[in-house]
């Protein structure tokens, strides 16, 4: 399938989600906006999602799904992310979560369940956290033991979504003394009966339903253990390498539609005689969002491939993606909040869906392996993480960066905890570099300051004590850390811009091609935009803003997406409806 | 490399993540004795790749948790490989 049949998969389902412009339409920003403000789920379009199957793009093929390709998912699922981040999260990200578990340890009888229930609609929670221990998952209480039936367990779980109506329950719990051993066990309501305690009122994500569940007294036969026993951590930190790096890649489509509402008030609001777009400030700030939006969709669908071709790095890939991604796509709301002005506090008119952006983000950041956990992740695995071939294999860059080469279907499998070998992605910076023809003297620079920043990362691991990677680890090693995962994104940007410019098709790979997206996004990267107003900036300014303003201005009139794919919002064909795969 | 040698590499370098001498580490004492958490357990996979050139996951610290028994393990693995 080619990044051409992507793009028709999304317009396709987007066609079927209808136009979010319309106030009837039950996926529309103003209906979204209504359920919120009522607090309640949107029943009305869940039952859109369930009628045209969005939740096959979560089961593997083999189980009469869609999913094949990772970074596919998350292209995918943002068209359902542009229109509400809750829906999104609610009706399907915890259950993908869940499902994750059970597709890389679990039986063929309980995917062939799980698989059911997700085709049919349905939810599978995931029950993890508990309000004593929150990301530290090793140290979590609720406990199961041998009994005559299978497993006896004891213990309450916090702020589960979809608790309430959940089918089935992945459920985290320590079966042994040991830090490490805790076990996943799949709890089927249907023979399993219990109820879930009152729901949490939340600041966002307002048609999510978070509740506790006890799970006292409750015992499973022995066929619910997910994977070996007490063997639950291991399992989970392998499945959720998948969700950390999809994760992000699907919430680029709740930026999207938070700097289209942006946008559209900015070329619309006329002050001084002149369009508020028109403000130098402003224009900058509009470019220089949706130039990262491209970069976090090539950075997070790169982490996704990579999944594919090289999952002994998965465990860094995917922290990296889950670090660095949702921190830059949070500035960017803020920025765009600045623009739309006292309009971004408001919960009703035409641009209320931004407040509800706003509000609902953080949720996506903090409710899976914060950003601080993602750094510890790849702190302690920094020499690993900095290893490196000196001479790339060609074959394989393409097969990463070439987006319309398919990967085949993804072998849950080959999920490790740990990073081990070498890592293409770190490599491909220096040739993706050397590759570039035609580089001027501000690329130039740029990729100077990269290169430069790469050797200082790697003979800083080199000297780095083992202590200082440590949970209490060094100011130091968090500012490798960073520029680790900052060079990880350059590197996928940069391969993927010479990947479009020698094939160059369409809109979408036009703009990556671009000298002029280049230099904004990878300035974005470096941190220069924001924080330093050197003569590099200056110069970008006049060169290369105006280039990627025209891009912007095009795609709002088109209803395009901002993303890489381009993809039309508001097809007004609908041909494709019935074909959606991924 | 003996047993006794990888052990006595696995107690330096768990001494150096802890800044402590290696005389304070005891080859038979389970390692959580002394602190060890999952983020040494992955530093730990980490540095026995590099210096034996495999892979072992983070459990090992866990399934394996005195520096003799990871020291056992290791060699068998040496050996088969
Ligand atoms: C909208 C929403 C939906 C949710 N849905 C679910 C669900 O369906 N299932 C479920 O199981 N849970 C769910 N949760 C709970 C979620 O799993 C927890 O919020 C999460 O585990 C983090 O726990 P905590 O918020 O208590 O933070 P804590 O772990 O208490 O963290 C506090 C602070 O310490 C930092 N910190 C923690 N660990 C480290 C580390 N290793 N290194 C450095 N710093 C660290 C954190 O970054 C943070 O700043 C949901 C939460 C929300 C908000």
Redesign the pocket.
């Known amino acids: 399938m080619s990044i051409m049949d992507v793009r028709l998969a999304v317009e396709a389902l987007d066609a079927q989600l209808g136009d979010p412009y319309s106030s009837a339409n039950a996926c529309s920003w103003e209906q979204l906006c209504r359920n919120d403000e009522a607090g309640e789920r949107p029943h009305e379009a869940e039952a859109v999602l369930k009628e045209i199957g969005v939740a096959k793009a979560f089961v593997p093929h083999e189980f009469n799904g869609l999913l094949l390709q990772l970074d596919r998912l998350g292209h995918l699922l943002r068209a359902v992310f542009r229109r509400d981040p809750a829906l999104g999260?609610g009706f399907g990200v915890?259950s993908l979560?869940?499902a994750a578990t059970i597709w890389t340890a679990g039986t063929a009888e309980q995917k062939e369940r799980a698989a059911e229930l997700l085709i049919s609609g349905g939810q599978i929670?995931?029950?993890?956290?508990?309000?004593a221990?929150?990301?530290?998952?090793g140290a979590n209480e609720v406990t199961a033991w041998p009994s005559e039936s299978g497993f006896a367990f004891a213990g309450n779980?916090?702020?589960?979504?979809?608790?309430d109506r959940a089918e089935l329950i992945v459920v985290?719990a320590r079966t042994s003394k040991n830090p490490v051993n805790h076990s996943l066990f799949l709890l089927d309501r249907t023979k399993t009966a219990f109820p879930a305690g009152d729901y949490?009122r939340?600041v966002?994500?307002r048609g999510?339903r978070?509740s506790n569940i006890s799970l006292e007294g409750v015992t499973l036969p022995d066929s619910a253990l997910i994977g070996a026993l007490d063997g639950g951590n291991s399992v989970a930190l392998r499945a959720f390498q998948v969700t950390r790096a999809c994760l992000p890649s699907m919430a680029v489509g709740a930026v999207d539609t938070a700097l289209r509402t942006t946008a559209e008030f900015a070329v619309g609001r006329r002050l001084y005689g002149l369009s508020v777009a028109e403000m130098p400030y402003v224009r900058q700030s509009l470019v220089g969002v949706f130039a990262d939006l491209v970069a976090a969709d090539i950075f997070s669908s790169t982490a996704a491939r990579l999944l594919h071709i090289e999952p002994n790095q998965g465990s860094l890939y995917s922290a990296a993606v889950k670090f660095l991604v949702p921190e830059v796509l949070r500035e960017d709301i803020n920025i765009l909040a600045d623009i739309l002005g006292a309009r971004f506090y408001l919960r009703n008119g035409k641009h209320a869906i931004f407040q509800k952006i706003m509000r609902d983000f953080?949720?996506?950041v903090?409710?899976?392996?914060?950003?601080?956990?993602c750094?510890?992740?790849l702190r302690a695995q920094l020499p690993v993480a900095v290893r490196m071939d000196d001479k790339p294999n060609e074959a394989l860059q393409r097969a990463i960066f070439d987006w319309n080469i398919p990967l085949g279907k993804f072998d849950w499998a080959t999920l490790q905890m740990g990073a081990s070998g070498k890592s293409a992605l770190f490599a491909a910076l220096h040739s993706g570099i050397e590759n570039r023809t035609s580089v001027d003297k501000e690329l130039g620079a740029i990729f100077d300051e990269l290169l430069d920043l790469s050797i200082w990362l790697r003979s800083t691991v080199v000297q780095m004590s083992p202590r200082e990677r440590g949970?209490n680890g060094s100011a130091l090693a968090s500012a490798a850390t960073k520029v680790y995962a900052r060079l990880l994104a350059a590197s996928a940007c940069i391969n993927r811009s010479n990947v479009c410019r020698s094939a160059g098709q369409d809109s979408g790979s036009n703009l990556i091609a671009s000298d002029a997206w280049l230099k904004i996004a990878l300035c974005g990267i470096l941190g220069y935009r924001r924080f330093l107003h050197t003569d590099l900036v200056e110069q970008l300014n006049a060169v290369c803003y105006e280039e990627v303003y025209e891009e912007l201005l095009s795609r709002l009139s088109l209803n395009s997406t901002f993303d890489s794919l381009a993809s039309n919002m508001l097809p007004i064909y609908n041909v494709f409806s019935n074909k959606i795969k991924i | 490399m003996t047993e006794e040698i990888i052990s006595q590499w696995i107690v330096d370098t768990i001494a150096s993540y802890l800044d402590v001498s290696s005389s304070e580490i005891d080859p038979l004492q389970p390692l959580a004795n002394y602190g060890i958490d999952?983020?040494h357990a992955l530093s730990l996979c980490g540095d026995i790749e590099e210096k034996f050139g495999f892979y072992v996951d983070p459990t090992l610290a866990w399934d394996y948790p005195t520096p003799n028994a990871i020291a056992s393990f290791i060699a068998g693995r040496s050996l088969s490989s």
């Open positions: 999260l915890t979560m869940a929670a995931v029950a993890f956290h508990e309000l221990h929150g990301n530290d998952f779980k916090s702020l589960i979504n979809n608790a985290h949490w939340t966002g994500v999510c978070l953080p949720a996506l903090i409710g899976h392996a914060a950003q601080d956990v750094e510890a992740t949970l | 999952s983020v």
